[in-house]
């Protein structure tokens, strides 16, 4: 069955510096990937997704991701951290090979960017 | 803002009880999903319709029960309510067909507390 493991549940990182929360995946055919973050009290919202193509995905608010086919990986990345990004953010695949097409979220890892 | 609109905001009802969730999906948009975030978890997957057809069926109560309309809002249905249904329940919607390689997105939720 097609699953979505993100192993941190939380990440600190001090503002200016890198950050990457992590996100591996397991489907049975080509995996559509997604990247969401929530504001508290709020909906999930679209950073950036990988269809197919480049590895390396930007996205909104100076997000990317990277896609790593051999490691079942697609890392959120971004190169200086803002307090602002302090949020939950979730990993999520679609299986385009199951026949459901479900979208599946994994467990969420909350973001902390400390000043 | 998403284009997904979601009522109530918050729903404050007793154990026993049955409750309605209203979504109406962005214009255009023929798929609906559901999902349950409880609190400190993740998105569970419920149910998705296409077009008012039941496409895919996730880890719904069967005291929950959910219908699209033909104008194609949706709605979820919850009764003989516990404790435990207390949780946040987000709608989301995207374009729906088969090759459709887009993100979802999602409405801002309607809170639901069980006392």
């Known amino acids: 069955a097609q699953s979505v493991a993100q192993p941190e549940d939380q990440v600190n990182v001090a503002e200016g510096n890198p950050l990457t929360v992590k996100c591996t995946y397991s489907?049975?055919?080509?995996?559509?990937l997604f990247w969401y973050v929530q504001y508290p009290n709020r909906g999930l919202q679209f950073l950036l997704k990988y269809i197919t193509g480049d590895n390396l995905v930007k996205g909104s608010y100076g997000f990317e991701a990277e896609f790593n086919k051999s490691q079942t990986s697609f890392h959120l990345k971004k190169p200086s951290a803002l307090v602002s990004d302090s949020a939950l953010y979730f990993c999520a695949v679609r299986d385009m090979g199951s026949g459901t097409y479900k979208y599946i979220f994994g467990t969420g890892t909350r973001l902390k960017v400390l000043a | 803002d998403s284009g997904v609109t979601q009522t109530p905001k918050h729903l404050i009802t007793a154990t026993g009880q049955r409750v309605t969730l209203r979504c109406s999906p962005r214009?255009?948009?023929?798929?609906v999903y559901w999902y349950q975030q409880s609190l400190d978890q993740g998105l569970q997957f419920l149910i998705q319709?296409?077009?008012?057809?039941?496409?895919a069926k996730g880890n719904i109560l069967e005291r929950f029960s959910a219908q699209q309309f033909p104008d194609l809002h949706s709605e979820l249905n919850l009764s003989s309510l516990e404790l435990g249904d207390s949780a946040l329940y987000f709608c989301?919607?995207?374009?729906?067909?088969?090759?459709?390689?887009?993100?979802?997105?999602f409405g801002e939720g309607s809170r639901l507390t069980v006392l």
């Open positions: 989301a919607s995207s374009v729906g067909t088969i090759s459709n390689t887009g993100e979802l997105f």
């Open positions: 214009s255009g948009d023929l798929s």
């Open positions: 489907v049975s055919g080509n995996p559509y």
């Open positions: 319709y296409y077009n008012g057809e039941e496409r």
